[in-house]
């Protein structure tokens, strides 16, 4: 049976991935921080199919322990600061999260695991002020946020780990993907949250950033297979994840409302605290390699992928 580590198990990710690998038979090993209390509401359904480790991003002696205490075949590096908003107001953070942490976790299975294949979870926020369109694994970088500056950073560690240390490392530069388990302040469990609401009578508005923001949107479920492909492959190499679609952030908003039979224009509201200090404007993948290479495929179209996240949350809210 083979061994998986998930870092940032607790996250959307972590929880979709660990599900998929314990489909597959492996026996999954999840990394959690400690906190004053557990955040395990999207892996609750997993235990004790999966075993809890107790480490921190920010603590190497810890993560050199867990890879000695575990010994996994195959390790996923998921945990991060990952909302960029935050990157802004705590980038010091950030650095040490997003950036410095996968260092951390390299040097730990360079002496620990040398053997083992990782997996580390970039970002087409690296893309940022894109240079060309769409982006494949050749477009050049420009980060417009200090957490698209911290995935780039953790980006060519990786790669610079494997071309110094022969380590089975590999980069899966992965477009924005959502899913029920979205955490809320996200822009698409925001308005699906908020369409849910406003027609459950819960709410009456919804303040709202920039509305031009393009972005290729996929469901969380279909990335993680596109993880563990990248492992499987006969050598390491990095991959562009995405739907090769991009929409505006005010078609997500209209399809939310449309799905509910509600017209978006009189509750949304424009709230100048929701805009950044830079945007990134238009992202749009060419996953072409990856389709070609692992033959990874989405399953879940946009419209598909917004209506999935308003059900549920509909669902969740709705008097019981
Ligand atoms: P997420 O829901 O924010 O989950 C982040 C995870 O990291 C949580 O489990 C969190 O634990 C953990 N974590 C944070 N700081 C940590 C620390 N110091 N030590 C240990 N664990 C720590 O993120 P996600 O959407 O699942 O994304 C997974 C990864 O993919 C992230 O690295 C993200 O930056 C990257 N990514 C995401 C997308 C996307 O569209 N979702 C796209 C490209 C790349 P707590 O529960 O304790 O907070
Ligand atoms: O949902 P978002 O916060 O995601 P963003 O910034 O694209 O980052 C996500 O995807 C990255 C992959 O490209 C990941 F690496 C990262 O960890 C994260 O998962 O915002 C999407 C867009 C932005 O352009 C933002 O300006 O939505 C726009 N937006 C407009 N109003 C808003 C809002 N975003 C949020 N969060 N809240 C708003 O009210």
């Not at 590096?77 to 107001?89: G, I, M």
């Not at 959502?178 to 925001?190: A, D, L, W």
């Not at 459950?200 to 279909?222: P, S, V």
Request: aromatic share 10%; proline share 6%.
């Amino acid at each position: 049976m083979p061994r998986a580590l998930i870092t940032g198990i607790t996250g959307q990710d972590g929880s979709y991935l660990a599900e998929h690998l314990l489909a597959k038979g492996y026996d999954v090993i999840g990394m959690v921080r400690r906190t004053s209390h557990h955040s395990y509401e999207r892996i609750d359904h997993l235990i004790p199919r999966v075993r809890i480790v107790a480490a921190d991003l920010l603590d190497q002696h810890s993560l050199t322990m867990v890879l000695q205490e575990t010994q996994p075949d195959e390790i996923y590096n998921l945990a991060a600061q990952s909302f960029v908003p935050t990157s802004f107001t705590q980038p010091v953070l950030t650095g040490e999260f997003t950036a410095l942490g996968v260092t951390r976790i390299l040097e730990a299975v360079r002496l620990v695991s040398p053997n083992a294949r990782f997996y580390q979870a970039s970002s087409s926020e690296m893309f940022g002020k894109v240079v060309e369109t769409p982006q494949s694994e050749s477009t050049p970088f420009y980060p417009r946020s200090p957490y698209g500056v911290a995935k780039l950073y953790g980006h060519w560690i990786t790669v610079n780990y494997r071309e110094s240390y022969n380590l089975y490392a590999v980069s899966g530069i992965l477009f924005n993907h959502e899913s029920p388990r979205r955490g809320m302040e996200f822009v698409t469990r925001k308005v699906t949250d908020a369409a849910a609401r406003i027609k459950l009578g819960l709410a009456t508005e919804l303040r709202m950033g920039n509305l031009d923001a393009k972005r290729d949107w996929g469901f969380a479920g279909d990335y993680v297979d596109a993880m563990w492909r990248m492992l499987q492959a006969p050598s390491p190499q990095d991959y562009v994840v995405g739907t090769g679609k991009t929409h505006s952030v005010e078609d997500l908003v209209r399809v939310a409302f449309d799905h509910v039979g509600l017209d978006w224009k009189q509750y949304v509201v424009s709230d100048p605290q929701f805009y950044r200090p830079a945007e990134v404007d238009l992202l749009i993948a060419d996953p072409g390699r990856i389709n070609k290479a692992l033959g990874w495929k989405p399953s879940v179209s946009f419209e598909g992928l917004v209506k999935m996240m308003v059900d549920a949350d509909l669902g969740r809210l709705a008097p019981k």
